[in-house]
């Protein structure tokens, strides 16, 4: 998990105690801290390090990022050598049966590398808004990768066998590096699988559907052609729907709001079948 400035205390908090109050409890919670945070914030997580043994405090000085926050968690966990990696961000909440369902799920499935879910949509008030459900199959997942990112990168776990055969998260990216990241695994050939539990509340606020600025909307552009290459998906469909989606982006956040509704509804219709 990483923390950084804009993160609210009382997110912190909810999203830290659901993982501690997991029904399964054999792990190591990670939490880093990337670049200056508030003082009351950093005493709350110093007072987790503290007082459960769990939980491991570690700290950056400037703001590196998600993708260089999870690159130095994958190598401080590599010293313990571990089975899994999981994801989670600090103003998420995990369902008490989240890690003992994915990681029995990843014991008994040996050949999938890549194990995602579905999750539910909170607001601020922790009220539920809404939901979002990936397809389920490998051959669905990497299908649609061209057009989508089919994973949601808060509810991934990943079998650490990824990351002792090199892989890490591009640090360059600011932002859609897990987008990038399973377009690589793919291309490699790693196996995925998404539960269709629902096993994380994802909180959605207001400015969520103003967050995807140019810099995201041309990142996820190029991840789309990137993906289209690496795993020999070039059709004309993909292409037009990749333009479409980037002119979609740009345009005021109401038109975005509606159209990310849309595209909630018309994928679960679409996976239903």
Not at 150 to 170: E, K, S
Not at 188 to 210: A, C, E, P, W
Not at 226 to 251: D, E, S
Request: aromatic share 12%; charged share 25%.
């Amino acid at each position: 998990m990483a923390v950084y400035f804009q993160d609210k205390i009382g997110w912190v908090k909810q999203s830290i105690d659901s993982v501690l109050n997991q029904d399964y409890q054999d792990f190591s919670l990670l939490i880093v801290v990337d670049g200056d945070i508030d003082k009351s914030l950093y005493q709350l997580l110093q007072s987790y390090a503290t007082e459960d043994e769990r939980v491991v405090l570690a700290s950056c000085n400037i703001n590196n990022g998600l993708a260089a926050a999870m690159n130095f968690a994958i190598e401080w966990g590599m010293q313990y050598q571990p089975e899994f990696f999981v994801r989670m961000d600090a103003d998420d909440i995990a369902y008490t049966n989240r890690l003992s369902r994915q990681i029995n799920y990843l014991k008994s499935h040996k050949q999938i590398s890549i194990l995602g879910s579905a999750l539910e949509e909170v607001n601020e008030r922790g009220e539920r808004v809404g939901q979002r459900i990936m397809p389920t199959s490998h051959k669905r997942i990497v299908r649609m990768l061209p057009r989508r990112c089919t994973l949601n990168h808060p509810t991934v776990t990943i079998r650490y066998n990824v990351f002792y055969d090199g892989n890490r998260y591009d640090a360059t990216l600011r932002n859609t590096q897990d987008y990038f990241f399973w377009i690589e695994l793919a291309k490699q050939g790693y196996v995925f699988r998404n539960l269709k539990d629902k096993l994380l509340s994802f909180r959605r606020v207001n400015n969520f559907y103003k967050r995807r600025g140019i810099s995201k909307s041309l990142n996820e552009f190029r991840a789309r052609f990137v993906a289209m290459k690496a795993l020999k998906r070039f059709t004309i469909l993909n292409v037009i729907y990749a333009c479409g989606v980037l002119t979609l982006r740009l345009m005021p956040s109401k038109i975005v709001k509606f159209a990310y509704k849309l595209d909630r509804i018309l994928l679960e219709k679409f996976l239903k079948h």
